[in-house]
């Protein structure tokens, strides 16, 4: 005879050993909602670490897509085995949580300053930055099994409820984080003192959860342990807070080779300046106390140095001015007035505008007496006009205008960022040069720097494919830059700096450049909607680096390396790596 079958459970089952009834000093309704605060504020803190990580692994290293890929991915991976470690601690949740928020705290808040010194001593971050992802994701991921351990011992309810309610906090703690750490965080604290104190808040709100609320469910020996751990935390941040300032100070001599000059937070950029405040094109030499010439740095790459701009601003903006009238000139970018002295150096130029997005560049380049030097105080010229806008935004605004017979420009110079960077793709777009054409005369000239054709070759000829998809003809050409063996970001590939730079004023330092890095060449592309022939005009004032037979020359070396057959980068397809 077969037996009759056990009824099957309805409800809820029994609670395991693990999610026994907490003994709280509040009333569950309440110890419940305080629960769920914690929840709210972990979620906040985590996702300010995760979005911190981004950040910084961008500006140190570039390529925002990638390393916003790399991070996200090691930390949701992390996090899964988090999640799966933490099964181990459910037996004793309390004491598995603080320990957990406590080295979480610890690791997220100190991670923007460990990263930015190893970038700054060490000449590279990114094993850091995994390392960092792995560790704050794993971290993360334990968070969940314990919090939902310990919401069910404050009141039992069926596990989707318990879910439901876990997540509702965790994802509206994770909107406030997301939107504190651009409106709040960075603009106000800045990378180093905002991980700081999220790491602070992270730290009160976890102690504060598991040695008040849980305090009867752990033995006198873990709450002193916890207890001390918090307190070495805190002292840790606060520590760090304190040294903050004359950290970022230090790491910043390290990475810029000498004590920056100018250092200052834009609200788009950070502008770095080193070296001296001479005048001429080598401002800085010679001068005492300066040590090297100037150089610019934005957001960390190296933009201008006064020993090597003049060859790349001659080679941008003379081959332009050849071939048809010049009168009105467009620059998009170079909001350090460099390319615009090239400019106003022919007696025929009327009109110059100036877009560029940083008002807080085009402010020093008036301001700073090594820059403005360096400049020959080219944007206070009257017949410059300055524009604060987005390169894209502003042809886009006034294409419309151009098309209805407004006066167009007889050369635009587009001296924009390398189209390696993610945020400057869409200046390198089958969409932004269409705009550009429309602003074009019809004998009009427009020149791009197009990145270092030889590193980065097949980026180079997109966007020469790209300037002829939109009609243009282009004649590519390049001129040898500097040495480097920078291995960052697209755009790095300027030349070291810091203390690995060898010093090619040196003749140690120069046999020590050619030995370790290979000869850079800055690419350009000249395009027009007629058949182009390279050469200078012939009212061009005295060159030291473009002569026709130099851009002939030029010409034939950029076309020795031509890659055919490449799609045109558009703005939901950006090709450029």
Known sequence: MIEPSEPAATGVLGPPED???????????????????????????GLVYELELVALATYLVGDSVTQASVVLSVMVFAMGIGALLAKQLRCRAAVGFGAVEAALALVGGTSAMALYAAFAWLGQSRSALIGFSLAIGVLIGAEVPLLMT??????????????????????????????????????????????????????????????????????????????????????????????????????????????????????????????????????????????????????????????????????LVHPAMAGGPHGRVLVLGGGDGLAVREVLRYRSVRSVTVVELDPGLMRLARTDPGLSALNRHSLSDPRVRTVTADAFTWLREHGAAGGRGAARYDVIVSDLPDPGITASTKLYSQEFYGLAVRMLAGDGRLVVHAGPPVARRRSFWTVDATLRSVGLRTVPYRFPGRFTDFSGGPDRAVGLIGPLAPDASTPGGALAAQATGQRQHWGFLLAARQPLRPGVATDAPPLVTVTAAALRAAEREATHDRITGLLPSTLMHPRYR
């Not at 003994?23 to 305080?34: A, E, F, I, M, Q």
């Not at 937070?265 to 080598?282: D, F, S």
């Open 19 to 45: 999610v026994k009834p907490a003994r709280l000093p509040v009333p569950c309704g309440l110890g419940r909602v305080l629960v769920l605060a914690v929840v709210f504020v972990c979620a906040a803190c």
């Open 150 to 315: 310990l919401i069910q011992r404050v009141r039992r309810q069926d596990a989707g409820g318990a879910v439901a309610d876990l997540f509702a906090a965790d994802y509206v703690g994770a909107l406030v984080g997301g939107l504190a750490f651009p409106f709040l965080l960075l603009p106000c604290l800045g990378q180093l003192t905002g991980a700081l104190v999220t790491g602070g808040v992270n730290a009160v709100a976890g102690g504060a959860l598991v040695l008040w609320l849980f305090r009867r469910d752990l033995s006198v020996r873990a709450r002193w342990a916890l207890l001390t751990a918090n307190v070495v935390v805190l002292a840790l941040l606060v520590a760090g807070a304190v040294l903050a300032t004359p950290f970022e100070r230090a790491a910043r001599k390290a990475v810029y080779g000498s004590a920056a000059r100018v250092a200052v937070q834009t609200g788009v950029q950070e502008v770095v300046m080193t070296g001296g405040t001479g005048a001429g094109a080598r401002a800085g030499r010679g001068r005492k106390g300066s040590g090297r010439p100037l150089a610019l740095y934005l957001d960390g790459r190296l933009r201008v140095s006064a020993d090597t701009e003049f060859r790349y601003h001659e080679a």
